[in-house]
């Protein structure tokens, strides 16, 4: 199946996952987000890229679907690989041109708290208004210490899981999105990719903002990926895989 810009709701939000050839990462990824709550009232795309494994991976996603009973879910296997920069791109793009007003970007090694899309619909209200504010976050690399209901508002962008709006995505992210690893600092292939791209140009140019809670809802257990190495993992000290149902305030 490939990438489709209709989609079943767009009147809902939509969770975007990615997803490759390590199963042995996607089924506890796949197991956290049968625990998050409010996961029905959003539209879920899953996209696979092509590989040996590819029918274990969609075996896996299907079993998710039977387990949790979330129908709306989109199973996607690109026809040929797109690659680290462009799956994403691909699907964003064709998520918020068919209409939904914000979307979560997840990954098939990132596990999640079972509030996050309770954080997520919260800032996504709260921050509509706000231009400035380009992204939303889930990821945190803090220390014990700050409440579970606090935001922090940060200058920096992480791809460990986020999310934006459809304005933001159709005037800006999209649009300046790294889809080649053409942006680079200092020389090429230094700092490039469109994590790069939007952390150490993108935001900084337009003096945009992000909101992400002071306490992580998300632990990266990717070990090894496409850029991924165990000395790449940044610890997220604070994540808890349950966190109980409570308001939220920027600190």
């Given amino acids: 199946m490939s990438p489709d810009p209709t989609v079943r709701d767009p009147a809902r939000p939509a969770v975007l996952l990615t997803a490759y050839d390590r199963s042995r990462y996607l089924a506890p990824v796949l197991d956290a987000w049968a625990a998050v709550r409010g996961l029905?009232?959003?539209h879920l795309r899953v996209a696979i890229e092509p590989s040996p494994v590819s029918d274990e991976v969609v075996d896996l996603v299907r079993a998710f679907v039977r387990t949790t009973?979330?129908?709306d879910t989109e199973v996607v296997l690109n026809p040929t690989r797109l690659g680290v920069l462009e799956n994403p791109y691909a699907h964003l793009d064709a998520l918020f041109r068919g209409g939904h007003g914000f979307v979560v970007r997840a990954e098939d090694d990132l596990l999640v708290s079972d509030d996050v899309l309770e954080l997520f619909a919260h800032v996504a209200a709260a921050y509509a208004d706000d231009p400035a504010v380009a992204t939303a976050h889930a990821f945190s690399p803090?220390?014990?210490?700050?409440g579970a209901d606090e935001l922090v508002r940060t200058t920096e962008f992480c791809p460990w899981v986020w999310a934006?709006?459809?304005d933001r995505w159709l005037d800006l992210i999209g649009p300046?999105?790294?889809?080649d690893y053409s942006t680079w600092n200092v020389e090429p292939g230094f700092e490039t990719g469109w994590d790069w791209n939007l952390n150490t140009r993108v935001f900084p140019a337009h003096g945009l903002h992000a909101v992400?809670?002071?306490v992580s809802r998300v632990q990266n257990i990717g070990e090894v990926g496409e850029h991924?190495?165990?000395e790449d993992l940044v610890p997220a000290p604070t994540f808890a895989a349950?966190?109980?149902?409570?308001g939220y305030r920027e600190r």
Avoid: L, S
């Fill in 142 to 146: 803090d220390a014990p210490g700050p």
């Fill in 228 to 230: 991924g190495t165990p």
């Fill in 176 to 179: 300046t999105w790294d889809r």
């Fill in 164 to 166: 934006t709006w459809r």
């Fill in 242 to 246: 349950h966190q109980p149902p409570r």
């Fill in 212 to 214: 992400a809670p002071a």
């Fill in 69 to 71: 009973g979330h129908e």
């Fill in 40 to 42: 029905d009232g959003w």
